[in-house]
């Protein structure tokens, strides 16, 4: 990657132009969709961002693992984890599908 990645206030300050508005107000724009993000996820188990992707909690099982010092064999307990499933016309967007 050549160039550096856009920070919060970069894309604030984007949005702000965008749609002539304070960067104060995209701010809180931003601020409100992660929340309302993390809220359904939590929630209901998904969120979709419309053309970006998924957010899933998906449930991991229980698994035998090895520790990777000694070889020795160790139970992994089960857990929740979060996944983001990125939505086709995003990646095919990005990265164009060979023909």
């Known amino acids: 990657m050549a160039t550096k990645l856009m920070t919060k206030s970069q894309m604030a300050a984007h949005f702000a132009a965008k749609f002539e508005i304070s960067k104060k107000a995209a701010n ?48 992994i307990p089960a857990k929740t984890v979060v996944k983001f499933r990125v939505a086709k016309a995003c990646k095919d967007a990005i990265v164009p599908p060979k023909k």
Do not use: C
């Not at 996820?41 to 992707?53: C, D, E, H, Q, R």
């Open 28 to 75: 809180e724009i931003l601020d409100e969709v992660a929340a309302v993000a993390v809220a359904q996820t939590k929630k209901s188990g998904a969120f979709t961002l419309p053309g970006i992707g998924k957010l899933v909690k998906a449930h991991r099982k229980a698994r035998m693992g090895r520790n990777p010092m000694t070889g020795q064999a160790i139970k």
